[in-house]
């Protein structure tokens, strides 16, 4: 599965502190695993996820090739590695057609990532209007049918050839081929793949309703998933391909659980778009100071109050925040003797948000940065905290009593640092 994808926006369910829940991270949510560089500006890279499919398409075109082909074994595995390679620079080229064209739209796109099911575009925000949504998405699928003629005209031309260039011919064949399927998989309309996208430009357009657009294209994109889950367990039980069946019913529940955070994230929009960051956050009190030591800090603030994070203050002025993953990297017997002041993480290091910002924004935020809580500020001081738990309890009670506040249209995602170096302002 391949296509442009905004930056998921998570349940704003409280996690476990973990490596992620400081007031900043050191890779951004959504950043490659294994970066590689960067192409037009583009953060490119690989998801862990992805040397194991490399792996799993090369043996596999490999042994095809040695059955099918009667070639040797030396030309089977060069086929194969190559083929694998051209295939996943094809995918590479599929995004960049998405990216490319958000880009030359006013849209950045902050990184291409390939992983277990194809490549994935992260764009900045969601496009402004139906037609710019229809280019971004249009863009990739015409990126691989051109992609495929042009690998089909060069296999023709090479097929009769002995040696290395029928070795070529064949390869080239497959390629072609398969960027035509991949291009007319992608085009199914249902979300996320880019079909889903293209349809959803056309009922925006028609409607004048993003969330409906973007709901109705989330229920073709469960329907479709649903389909090739139940095709998949078919096949697996049925005709004999248990690997072949259960990789089908994968990408089915992959594309199920996306459609899904989807049609969430409209209904989550709907219902704290209205909410303000200022009526939501916690106050900046008790804050700590940054003399306590670690143990006076857990007991007045983090067991006796709760609090899974609290601010470090120096004569009224806060000066950084502590969460519980910078407590529990310092051993139990040191945390006598250590300062708050040694471990936490300095204003400079945090993301924050303004105040004026909804609560939807907000968790957005939280979303991109990759962290569980965050500073609020005004007029460039810090006055409150907003965490995931108390946007989960907004939340909560707006879906008991059935209050939407949010606003139908949308809004362009904010813009995140991945490596703050300053205060951020949404």
């Known amino acids: 599965m391949t296509g442009p994808q905004t930056t998921p926006t998570p349940e704003p369910r409280p996690t476990s502190s973990s490596a992620r829940s400081g007031g900043t991270s050191k890779r951004a949510a959504g950043r490659p695993a294994i970066p590689l560089g960067r192409l037009f500006g583009i953060e490119i890279g690989l998801d862990w996820s992805w040397l194991f499919i490399f792996l799993l398409i090369t043996f596999s075109l490999a042994q095809g090739f040695a059955h099918g082909e009667s070639w040797s074994p030396a030309q089977a595995w060069s086929a194969g590695l190559l083929a694998s390679l051209l ?7 599929h995004e960049l057609g998405h990216s490319v064209t958000s880009q030359a739209l006013g849209l950045p796109v902050r990184s291409i990532t390939l992983f277990i099911f194809g490549g994935l575009a992260r764009l900045s925000g969601e496009p402004e209007r139906p037609r710019d949504e229809f280019l971004i998405a249009a863009a990739g699928p015409a990126v691989s049918v051109l992609l495929g003629l042009g690998f089909l005209g060069a296999a023709a031309l090479l097929g009769g050839d002995a040696g290395a260039a029928g070795v070529l011919g064949v390869v080239f064949g497959w390629l072609g081929t398969t960027n035509l399927v991949l291009a007319a998989f992608n085009l199914v309309p249902g979300f996320p793949l880019d079909g889903g996208r293209l349809l959803r430009a056309a009922v925006w357009r028609v409607t004048g309703d993003f969330d409906r657009a973007t709901l109705a294209a989330s229920a073709v994109g469960s329907l479709f998933a649903y389909l090739l889950i139940g095709g998949g367990i078919v096949i697996a039980l ?12 994968f990408i089915g529940w992959f594309l199920l659980s996306a459609a899904q955070g989807s049609a969430r994230s ?8 209205g909410v303000s960051v200022a009526n939501a956050m916690e106050p900046v009190e008790p804050a700590v100071d940054g003399d306590a030591s670690l143990d006076e800090a857990l007991e007045d603030v983090v067991l006796s109050q709760g609090r899974r994070a609290f601010f470090v203050a120096e004569r009224g002025q806060v000066e950084g925040l502590v969460t519980l993953h910078q407590i529990k990297e310092v051993p139990r017997a040191q945390r006598a003797a250590a300062r708050v002041r040694d471990v936490m993480l300095g204003l400079s290091d945090l993301v ?7 609560v939807w924004d907000a968790l957005k935020l ?12 005004r007029g460039g ?9 108390r946007i989960l309890a907004i939340l ?9 506040r949010g606003q139908a249209t949308h809004r362009a995602r904010p813009e995140v640092d991945p490596h703050p170096a300053r205060p951020r302002h949404v």
């Not at 049925?238 to 089908?248: K, P, S, V």
């Not at 939280?366 to 500020?377: C, D, I, R, T």
């Not at 909560?396 to 939407?404: I, K, V």
């Open 87 to 93: 295939f996943f620079a094809s995918i590479l080229l």
């Open 238 to 249: 049925f005709f004999g391909a248990l690997f072949n069946g259960l990789w089908l019913a």
């Open 266 to 273: 409209v209904l989550m929009e709907r219902e704290l778009g």
């Open 352 to 358: 924050t948000v303004s105040e004026d910002a909804s």
């Open 366 to 377: 939280l979303g991109e940065a990759g962290v569980n809580q965050v500073p609020v500020v």
């Open 381 to 389: 001081q810090v006055v409150g905290l907003l965490t995931r738990g």
């Open 396 to 404: 909560e009670n707006a879906r008991e009593l059935g209050d939407t």
